[in-house]
């Protein structure tokens, strides 16, 4: 493999992680196995809080002091509750009928809440015979300008091999001002939820007790973290195929792809900004100055990514510094900021020549 190929981004989502814990054996779904075992080049996007169970030694980034953060000890609302358990349905039971009800019963308890609506098209889309349209029509009212909307149109457009559909949703797409997951919501949310689900217990003299694991809050937070890249990376799929060059050419799609993969790259995980310069990048004409600018973008990204992870392995506070990358998810909407946070506080630079 020349330099050149090497450092081509993935046309496709990186494939489905190894289990984040002991004795969690749940296999993935056939859909999601399937895409995964496209050619495809591994990036270490979405990757907060799946490296931390394998941390024991290494300074502490941050000078902790006292217990784990008043957020980690928060008590989740029922939605979340709801949400988390159905998230667990589908990833460790495979019980997709079990995951579709509880997801149902969380969206009624907050039906203004995007995330537990894409949440909810998300668990539709690895059930055999559901149907999402209702739950996508639901998440175009609350966020309009949120690509993933058209994700799933897109991939029954291409499933019936409609180019003049799947032509006039990439024109919708090229429309939106981004393709967010509401990641740091989600995984900050249901990591607490499934925290207090595993965490501290009543004692016989009416005090919480904690449980002898000492990383329940840390194995909520790889759970949901891993559970939820499994299931969101392939939302992804029809889109890079249709934005692949041989089919961008021959429908007459490129300029709408290009612009789809600007947005993408401003989006709330770098799972979409890695495969909005994977795009842009099979896109671009070799050699030239935006080939060039491609290939630093991408070089940064791995960086901070690989950076971060690096960090993460390092910890040997595990449950404080999980209790850390919640407190910032409070605040910080884009995974990519938390990272560039953790980073700072390792005094890394952001910049790998800086």
């Not at 690509?147 to 029954?156: E, P, T």
């Not at 499934?194 to 694991?213: E, I, K, Q, T, Y």
């Not at 990383?215 to 973290?225: E, S």
Request: aromatic share 4%.
């Amino acid at each position: 493999m020349t330099a050149a190929a090497s450092n081509r981004f993935p046309v496709y989502p990186p494939g489905l992680r190894r289990p984040l814990r002991a004795g969690r054996t749940a296999a993935p779904s056939r859909r999601s196995m399937e895409f995964s075992t496209r050619r495809i080049r591994l990036l270490g996007s979405l990757i907060l809080g799946t490296s931390l169970l394998t941390a024991c030694t290494g300074p502490l980034v941050r000078q902790h002091t006292g217990s784990v953060s008043s957020t980690a000890q928060a008590m989740p609302g029922e939605a979340d509750t709801l949400a988390s358990a159905a998230l667990q349905a589908w990833a460790e039971r495979r019980n997709t009928a079990q995951a579709l009800a509880l997801i149902r019963r969380a969206v009624q308890h907050d039906e203004n809440r995007p995330d537990l609506v894409w949440l909810q098209i998300r668990l539709c889309a690895e059930a055999d015979g559901c149907d999402p349209t209702p739950f996508e029509t639901r998440l175009r009212r609350l966020d309009p300008a949120n690509g993933v909307v058209w994700l799933g149109a897109l991939g029954r457009a291409e499933d019936r091999l409609d180019n003049q559909a799947a032509a006039s949703l990439l024109d919708a797409m090229s429309r939106v001002t981004g393709f967010d997951l509401y990641w740091t919501t989600l995984v900050r949310r249901l990591t607490l939820a499934l925290n207090a689900a595993h965490g501290p217990m009543s004692g016989a003299d009416g005090h919480a007790v904690r449980r002898p694991d000492d990383a329940v809050l840390t194995g909520a937070l790889n759970d949901i973290t891993g559970w939820l890249s499994r299931l969101d990376t392939p939302a992804f799929g029809p889109l890079t195929t249709a934005c692949s060059p041989p089919r961008a050419h021959a429908t007459g799609t490129v300029a709408r792809c290009i612009s789809i993969a600007t947005i993408m790259q401003g989006s709330d995980t770098a799972l979409a900004e890695a495969l909005g310069l994977g795009i842009a990048q099979r896109l671009a004409a070799p050699g030239s100055p935006q080939a060039a600018a491609l290939d630093r973008r991408i070089d940064v990204l791995r960086y901070r990514t690989q950076g971060a992870v690096a960090i993460m392995e390092g910890q040997n506070e595990r449950e404080k510094f999980s209790a850390e990358i919640l407190d910032l998810m409070k605040n910080l909407r884009r995974e990519q900021d938390v990272t560039g946070t953790i980073l700072r506080w390792a005094g890394h630079p952001l910049d790998p020549q800086q």
